[in-house]
Nanobody, 127 residues
């Protein structure tokens, strides 16, 4: 059974950086698209970034473009989200999610495309 475990988030001053990790187990890491989502208090869970299992293509939503970088380490079965130039509005619970094996989500920003989720980790950015 696929399991995703995220690293601890943290408390960061605005302008700072933080890297999140998501460790995959229970399946074949190389065969899954993966995405990061976040959910701020009182808001819907929203997509942040994705990486594809084949070709390693990456996509970002506008609020994080140029500041966040998604990557994967196949040897460690781990995905990363490097977050730079953090802003208070980046404060949220961050979730990693994996699509079904060999499936390219028709809309990668749709959380319904991902059956596997991590537990979530809090990131707080203060000014």
């Amino acid at each position: 059974q696929v399991r995703l475990v995220e690293s601890e988030g943290g408390l960061v001053q605005a302008g700072g950086s933080l890297r999140l990790a998501c460790v995959f187990s229970g399946g074949t890491f190389d065969n899954h698209n993966m995405a990061w989502f976040r959910q701020a208090p009182g808001q819907e869970r929203a997509a942040v970034a994705t990486t594809t299992y084949a070709g390693g293509r990456v996509y970002y939503t506008d609020p994080v473009k140029g500041r966040f970088t998604i990557s994967r380490d196949n040897a460690k079965n781990t995905w990363y989200l490097q977050m730079n130039s953090l802003r208070p509005e980046d404060t949220a619970v961050y979730f990693c999610a994996a699509a079904r094996e060999y499936v390219y989500p028709s809309d990668w920003t749709d959380k319904g495309e991902y059956p596997y989720w991590g537990q979530g980790t809090q990131v707080t950015v203060f000014s």
